[in-house]
């Protein structure tokens, strides 16, 4: 038994710490998450514990654990998965809960998909190891029975996410054998943009514009496209068609401007994009300026 557990039942016993008593029974989680003898110990200290924090981040591990043993599936998922996001070196999806039957049978599948990209809250991309238990439940959730085409595309993602591509657009091909969806194909159509196929790409936002002609995203998503294929013109229409749609939309109207500014070079054009950067995410915005001049622009940033 570890120091950490030892200490944990001290606490919680005889000293009437319960707080310092979850912190270190925490603390023994993160030095050996794959230990069943903590988990047991775990089992047999919670009662005493009391209602754990769930603001607190020292107690994180322990209360995961408290949510899988409270059938709280969703929960202890998202508290793993955040964990997993600030300390991507512990292996913390290696606690033993995480792949018994009933987390993996009772987890909902928008749980796992939001866990997912918690991961990569900060931008750390999980090793084979560390994304093998993600993986597995990715895996085990969709062979469920009656799963929507929606579901499929969801979980399609969290493969993306976890550097399955081929796996990924597989299961989107699977999800067409259930039924047609824009969500797919979006979902398709990113998955070939990060592989670079942008051909492929398009061709999955046209079949997603097809299937609902007047979702906005979906152009702003095509003249995105078109802009990295180098073909301005196209990237130009795109933007206006999405216009046609949602008139006020920021990023449209960033985007019409900056490719317009791109194909006439004026000082005016340019100004005009400017102009509207305010009102867009900093990040799109440099994209955008840098198609709008065809290099890193030098002025000012959002």
Known sequence: MSVDVILANVLAHCGGDREQAARHLSRAIASAPSDAEVYAAAVELLPALGELSADDPTVAPILAFAHFL?????????????????????AWADAPWF?????????????VREAVYLLFDHAAVPDDAAARPWLRAVETITSRAGLVPEDLAGMAISLRLLGRADDSLALCDRADRVGLTMLTEVVRGGTWRLLGNLDEAAAAFHRALALEPDNWS?????????????????????????LSHAPNEPKLLAARAAHHARLTGTADALREFERLTPDIDPAYCRWLREHATGAAWCGKSH
Request: net charge negative; charged share 15%; glycine share 10%.
């Open 99 to 111: 792949a018994n039957a009933s987390f993996l049978s009772g987890v909902s599948i928008e749980a």
């Open 218 to 242: 979906l152009y702003l998503d095509l003249s995105d496209l078109h802009a990295e294929r180098g073909d301005h013109p196209a990237a130009l229409a795109a933007a206006q068609a999405g």
């Open 70 to 90: 409270d059938g709280r599936m969703d929960d202890a998922a998202l508290t793993l998965g955040a964990l997993s996001g600030v300390s991507p070196h512990i």
